[in-house]
């Protein structure tokens, strides 16, 4: 089992940029991906964006060329960086590896 904790979540104006981080217990967490979800208002949970074990990453075409996601297994972390931020971003962000889950974290982009 992996504990995950997001953090970095916050208000923004539309265009600005936030920068969340996903802080993971257990040593074997650099053997897994890790993926980004979000919840936006009234909307079912959708997936964001990945970073598998060997640094490969993949984005949903609504954050392609806006998020970005990046691990540092030496400190158990993954960050997803974002820029370029739209009212639509609006949701609760979750980090997810296996089964497990973060409690999430919310960001809020104001237009």
């Known amino acids: 089992q992996v504990q995950l904790v997001e953090s970095g979540g916050g208000l923004v104006q539309a265009g600005g940029s936030l920068r969340l981080s996903c802080a993971a217990s257990g040593s074997v967490f650099s053997t897994y ?11 079912e949970r959708r997936w964001v964006a990945v970073i598998t ?3 490969i990453t993949n984005y949903a075409d609504s954050v392609k060329g806006r998020f970005t996601i990046s691990r540092d297994n030496t400190k158990n972390t993954v960050v997803l960086q974002m820029n370029s931020l739209k009212p639509e ?8 590896v296996g089964k497990d889950w973060g409690q999430g974290t919310l960001v809020t982009v104001s237009s």
């Open 33 to 43: 991906a890790v993926f980004w979800y979000r919840r936006s208002p009234g909307k």
């Open 53 to 55: 074990n060997a640094g």
């Open 89 to 96: 971003d609006t949701a609760v962000y979750y980090c997810n």
